[in-house]
């Protein structure tokens, strides 16, 4: 239903303004937008219910001396409440919901093959600082997703933390987590 | 006059030449960064901010904003050649640009690109050099109350300006707000929302927010799309810049008109995306011949590309002169301003002059400088786009990484930043406004505090906010811009309904 506002705003239809349509096939199905929809909104309706019961826990009323710190988060926590549940109203029924994919499988995994290194590469950058941690997080991204070789890859996965270290420490002094080599180094 | 005097003053400032090199230096990692995927005007600034912590607040501004104009140039080449926007401003800039590449006509399609951005950012500046100092001047006599008008009217221009679903911006906007109302409260002293922990007391700092829904956020999304760009390679000669500067003066009212868009929805926080959409409609619909948009129009290049660097120059203005920023990008300098040990708002025009107007000066010349930058060095950053992702992407989110580590030297910082990044990518899959939630995060402290200040004032009685004309008319407009999208409706209705698309196509 509000399709027609946006092109109030934009007069005339543009080219290469709509939806890039995901080819729906069954076999890239994961999740339809639909659902999608439905579960960020509810997630929203959560943290709003959140933010409304924190709010009242800390007073969302009027003290002696002004608002409580709880009157102003408590608003807003209803009003993205409502907005949500409107958002999560619309999706579930009308009937010109979007039931395209979210997102292809193929899609998704590309996506997961970002994510989940990344998450290991924030671990390790945990134990053994964020230069280490960077070489051997580009190297893989390099090998893995790129299919380089190993000369490839291992020529730039040094050389960038190695730039990143002069910039960082030498010339703008600015510490960033080192782990057991730069101190063994003595940095 | 006196801004004509204060500008010159300012010229002076950068007569300094280390601020020349900053602006250099500035507009270069600027094109750089609008033209690499994933890193964006207001991501790229948040991730440089700590590098300009030990620089003259004056030298780190003048950077900072030149990494901006940059951006703002480098969006123009991949939508070009590459069909990719850089940046989400230049989205209405392939729909005419790539064509005419595929056309052979590259180097016109970015010639026009340039110029058109030029001109439209230099209008934008005339705008703030003289119109600066009135609001400034104007803002002097406001108190909390009105503060909270203008704030309350910024958040409600979302909803009305917005492209996007009503209820959709209400919720990432209010996202946001509840995300800023974390931490400690500055009034009462009492923890909200921490449950307990330690590491929420600081709330969620916005930079790491910016770096994680724009850097992260954005390579995901480029990621599903597969890693290789193929795109049309062209050089600028000298010959064709001429050919096509002869076409454009022919299009001098699609400038004007594009540039007061820009500058109309850069002030007030439309931004620099939906400025370039709606001139690119506005200049189809006033066409001779809109059956050629779309196709390799040279207008079509001219007009979203004036609007767009309109709107992002312009964003400025209300960042300085109201401490309210335009922009995502200006919501990030914002902050950089408050690290700085300065307060944006009007008082910055009497107490930091040289910092003000030593900007103002400098936009003029930054602009000329990327300006020429880019003229000269298309092949180079269209090369820039050839080396293959699974390269530039790891170091991308390396450098977002970092990016969020140095603005507290915290880890979790880190850890909260990529979780961001996954929020950026759904949001922005559902069609969820990252902008709005960026401004909330960014003000919501300060709209918080000016509207307990308000209230304060008026024992809670709310018609404080209509007690006199100019906070009335304030807040009546705002109130006009969030029900936008049900009085259209309602107007669409009256006139018989179904005319949705006036020109038809």
Redesign the interface.
Same mark, same amino acid.
């Given at each position: 239903m +509000?399709m027609?506002?946006?092109?109030?705003?934009? !007069?005339? %239809?543009? !080219? =290469?303004?709509g939806e890039k349509t995901t080819p729906v096939s069954d076999a890239g199905l994961t999740v339809t937008?639909k659902t999608?929809?439905l579960v960020? #909104?509810g997630l929203?309706m959560l943290?709003?219910a959140? *933010?409304m019961y924190?709010?009242v826990r800390?007073?969302a009323g009027?003290a002696f001396? =002004? !608002?409580?710190? =709880?009157? $102003? @988060?408590f608003f807003? =926590?209803l009003?993205?409440f409502a #907005? %949500?549940a409107?958002?999560f109203g619309?999706n579930l029924f009308s009937r010109t919901a979007d039931l395209s994919n $979210? *997102?292809t499988k193929p899609?998704l995994l590309?996506?997961a093959?970002?994510?989940a290194p990344?998450?290991i590469?924030?671990i390790v950058?945990?134990y053994v600082g964020?230069y280490i941690a %960077?070489a051997l997080?580009?190297c893989f +991204?390099?090998m893995w997703?790129?299919?380089?070789s190993i000369r490839k890859a291992a020529p730039?996965a040094i050389a960038?933390p190695l730039v990143?270290f002069w910039l +960082?420490e030498i010339a703008?002094?600015? @510490?960033? @987590?080192k782990g057991p080599l730069e101190a063994a180094l003595g940095f | 006059m006196d801004a004509f005097l204060s500008l010159i003053h300012g010229f002076g400032v950068l007569a300094d030449p280390m601020n020349i090199v900053y602006m250099c230096v500035g507009v270069v990692l600027g094109v750089l960064i609008g033209v690499l995927p994933g890193l964006g005007g207001a991501n790229g600034v948040a991730i440089l901010l700590p590098l300009t912590f030990s620089m003259s607040p004056t030298a780190a501004i003048i950077m900072l904003s030149s990494i901006y104009w940059g951006a703002l140039f480098g969006g123009a080449i991949t939508s070009v050649l590459f069909n990719i926007p850089g940046e989400p401003w230049s989205v209405a800039t392939t729909f005419d640009g790539h064509p005419m590449a595929q056309q052979g006509k590259a180097d016109e399609a970015l010639t026009a690109a340039f110029t058109s951005s030029f001109i439209g950012a230099l209008l934008a500046v005339i705008v703030i050099t003289f119109l600066a100092p009135v609001v400034a001047g104007f803002a002097l006599r406001f108190g909390p109350a009105e503060f909270f008008a203008v704030q309350l009217l910024t958040f409600c221009s979302f909803v009305g300006m917005g492209r996007e679903s009503p209820f959709k911006v209400l919720a990432a906007m209010t996202l946001g707000f509840a995300l800023a109302a974390v931490g400690l409260d500055s009034v009462t002293g009492q923890l909200r929302m921490t449950f307990g922990t330690v590491e929420l007391m600081r709330g969620f700092d916005f930079l790491i927010a910016v770096i994680g829904l724009f850097g992260i956020g954005e390579i995901l999304l480029t990621m599903e799309e597969g890693l290789s760009f193929r795109g049309k390679s062209t050089t600028i000669t000298l010959r064709s810049v001429m050919n096509t500067w002869i076409r454009l003066p022919r299009f001098w009212v699609t400038y004007l008109r594009s540039a007061a868009v820009g500058c109309w929805l850069g002030i007030t926080p439309g931004g620099a995306t939906p400025a370039s959409f709606m001139s690119y409609g506005l200049a189809r619909r006033f066409s001779k011949d809109p059956g050629n948009f779309g196709k390799g129009e040279i207008e079509g290049v001219v007009a979203p590309e004036t609007a767009a660097h309109a709107a992002g120059t312009s964003a400025l203005l209300p960042m300085l002169t109201l401490g309210i920023p335009g922009s995502p990008t200006a919501a990030v300098m914002l902050g950089g301003l408050l690290i700085w040990g300065l307060q944006p708002g009007p008082m910055l025009f009497i107490e930091q002059k040289d910092f003000v107007w030593g900007l103002i000066a400098s936009m003029y010349l930054s602009n000329v400088i990327g300006f020429l930058i880019v003229l000269t060095t298309v092949p180079l950053w269209a090369s820039i786009l050839r080396i293959p992702f699974s390269i530039i992407a790891p170091v991308i989110i390396v450098l977002c990484c970092i990016g969020a580590y140095t603005v507290h030297n915290a880890f979790l910082d880190v850890v909260i930043m990529l979780f961001f990044g996954v929020i950026g990518y759904v949001f922005k899959k559902l069609h969820y406004p990252l902008a709005p939630l960026v401004l909330a995060l960014v003000l919501g402290d300060m709209a918080e505090s000016s509207f307990r200040q308000s209230m304060l004032i008026s024992q809670g009685d709310m018609s404080i906010f209509w007690s006199n004309w100019l906070v009335g008319s304030i807040c009546s407009l705002a109130l006009a811009m969030l029900f936008w999208p049900l009085i259209a409706l309602m107007l669409d209705k009256l006139r018989g309904g179904g005319r949705f698309s006036p020109g038809g196509a």
């Open positions: +509000f027609e506002r946006e092109q109030n705003l934009v !007069p005339e %239809s543009l !080219p =290469g303004d937008m999608m929809e960020v #909104a929203l943290v709003a959140i *933010v924190d709010s800390v007073g009027w001396d =002004g !608002p409580q710190a =709880g009157y $102003f @988060p807003i =926590g009003i993205l #907005a %949500s409107v958002t619309i $979210f *997102v899609a590309l996506v093959k970002v994510l990344t998450v590469y924030l950058m945990y964020i %960077s997080y580009i +991204f390099m997703l790129g299919k380089y730039v960038i990143l +960082f703008f002094l600015i @510490p960033l @987590p | -």
